[in-house]
Nanobody, 127 residues
Framework: QVQLVESGGGLVQAGGFLRLSCAAS????????TGWFRQAPGKEREFVAGISRSSSSTTYADSVKGRFTISRDNAKNTAYLQMNSLKPEDTAVYYCAAAETGDPYRVIVGGRSYYYWGQGTQVTVSS
């Protein structure tokens, strides 16, 4: 199994940026497709971005497309979410998730397909 630990959250003004990191341990990170999800108070968890094992494929929610960038460094067992032009509606707890897959090009969007989750990191964007 793999353990995931997010970091990099915090308080930022609208228009600012943050970079979230997801450090993986316990297993070969390159075997896992990775995704970022978020959950705002009173709302359901939603998909933000996903990346394939090989980094060849990425997918974004429409709400973050053009502002967020997902990436990964398998040598460092770490995934990243670069968040630019942040908006107050981006305020949420952000979670990293991983799912083992045999397809190096597959991006997983559905939260139920992810088996491993981090504890989350709070992102707050002030107006």
């Amino acid at each position: 199994q793999v353990q995931l630990v997010e970091s990099g959250g915090g308080l930022v003004q609208a228009g600012g940026f943050l970079r979230l990191s997801c450090a993986a341990s316990g297993h070969t990170f390159s075997r896992y497709a990775t995704g970022w999800f978020r959950q705002a108070p009173g709302k359901e968890r939603e998909f933000v971005a996903g990346i394939s094992r090989s980094s060849s494929s990425t997918t974004y929610a429409d709400s973050v497309k053009g502002r967020f960038t997902i990436s990964r460094d398998n040598a460092k067992n770490t995934a990243y979410l670069q968040m630019n032009s942040l908006k107050p509606e981006d305020t949420a707890v952000y979670y990293c998730a991983a799912a083992e897959t045999g397809d190096p090009y597959r991006v997983i969007v559905g939260g139920r397909s992810y088996y491993y989750w981090g504890q989350g990191t709070q992102v707050t964007v002030s107006s």
